[in-house]
C-alpha cells in the first residue's frame, strides 16, 4: 500500500512566522504535489516536484516556496504565514510515465493550517 | 471558471437508499476521469478510474459512467451505508503533451450524508 505522510494534522500559527509543512511518500514515486483545498473549491496546485531539486509552479505558488532535496520528502515552506493563507493542506505522490498519461495521485491526511 | 462542475453541492439520504452525482466537465484533450472519496479530515481516496473509451466501471456499491461526447460523468451509490457520508470529488486529467505527470482538474466535491 502507498503511504503517504505528513507531518502535522493540525498546526496554528501567527501572522508572519514562517511555516514548515512535510510530506513524505514510502513508494518511490517520482512525481509529488501540494494542494490547497477550501469549502467550495476544488483542490488547487500550488507547486509539484516530477525529480529531486525539481520544482515546477502550480496554479497559485504566491506565498509559497518548496525543497525537495530527497526523492521520498517534499516541502511547502509559507515564508510569511497571513491569515489568508489558513486552509487544508494535501500532500500526494504518483509515478511518473509517458507523456500525457496520468498515473493516480495518492494523498496524504491533510494538514488543517490556521494562521491568526 | 472551473472547468469541473459538480451537482448538487450536497445532499441528505436515507440509509438503503440510492443516490446519483453529477460530473460536467470541459476539460480538454481529455485523458481519463476519477471519482474520489474523502472522508472528512482525511485525504481523498480514488473509487474509479475511466479513460476516452470506458462508459462505466464499478468499485463495490459504487458505479461510475461516463460520456465523453457529451463530457457528463456520473457516480451512483447503491443501498448506501453510514460509511458513504464523505465527500466525493471528481477529478479530470489533460491529455498533455511534453509533460509526464498529466494535471488534474478538480471539482468543488459532493457531500453526502447519510442518515439512519
Known amino acids: 500500500d502507498v503511504k503517504v505522510t505528513q507531518s502535522s494534522r493540525y498546526l496554528v500559527k501567527r501572522t508572519g512566522e514562517k511555516v514548515f509543512l512535510e510530506c513524505v511518500q514510502d513508494?518511490?514515486?517520482?512525481?509529488m504535489f501540494w494542494y490547497r483545498q477550501d469549502p467550495g473549491l476544488g483542490l488547487r496546485l500550488i507547486y509539484f516536484?516530477?525529480?529531486?531539486?525539481?520544482?515546477e509552479k502550480g496554479d497559485i505558488p504566491e506565498g509559497y516556496s518548496v525543497s525537495r532535496e530527497k526523492k521520498e520528502r517534499f516541502s511547502l515552506i509559507l515564508e510569511s504565514a497571513s491569515t489568508n493563507q489558513t486552509s487544508m493542506y494535501l500532500c500526494?505522490?504518483?509515478?511518473?510515465?509517458?507523456?500525457?498519461?496520468?498515473?493516480?495521485?495518492?494523498f496524504g491526511p491533510g494538514t488543517r493550517l490556521t494562521v491568526t | 471558471k472551473n472547468q469541473v462542475e459538480q451537482s448538487p453541492q450536497s445532499l441528505i439520504i436515507l440509509e438503503g437508499k440510492n443516490c446519483t452525482l453529477q460530473?460536467?466537465?470541459?476539460?480538454?484533450?481529455?485523458?481519463?476521469l476519477r471519482w474520489y472519496k474523502q472522508d472528512t479530515g482525511r485525504g481523498p481516496v480514488s473509487l474509479t478510474i475511466?479513460?476516452?473509451?470506458?462508459n462505466t466501471k464499478s468499485n463495490g456499491r459504487y458505479t461510475a459512467t461516463l460520456d465523453a461526447d457529451t463530457k457528463q460523468s456520473s457516480l451512483h451509490i447503491t443501498a448506501s451505508q453510514l460509511s458513504d457520508s464523505a465527500s466525493y470529488i471528481c477529478?479530470?486529467?489533460?491529455?498533455?503533451?511534453?509533460?509526464?505527470?498529466?494535471?488534474?482538474?478538480f471539482g468543488a466535491g459532493t457531500q453526502v450524508v447519510v442518515t439512519p
Open positions: 475511466m479513460t476516452f473509451s470506458e
Open positions: 513508494m518511490d514515486h517520482e512525481n
Open positions: 516536484s516530477y525529480d529531486v531539486k525539481m520544482k
Open positions: 477529478v479530470v486529467s489533460a491529455r498533455t503533451r511534453g509533460d509526464s505527470w498529466g494535471k488534474l482538474q
Open positions: 500526494a505522490s504518483s509515478l511518473s510515465g509517458l507523456a500525457g498519461s496520468s498515473y493516480e495521485q495518492y
Open positions: 460530473c460536467n466537465y470541459t476539460v480538454s484533450p481529455f485523458s481519463n
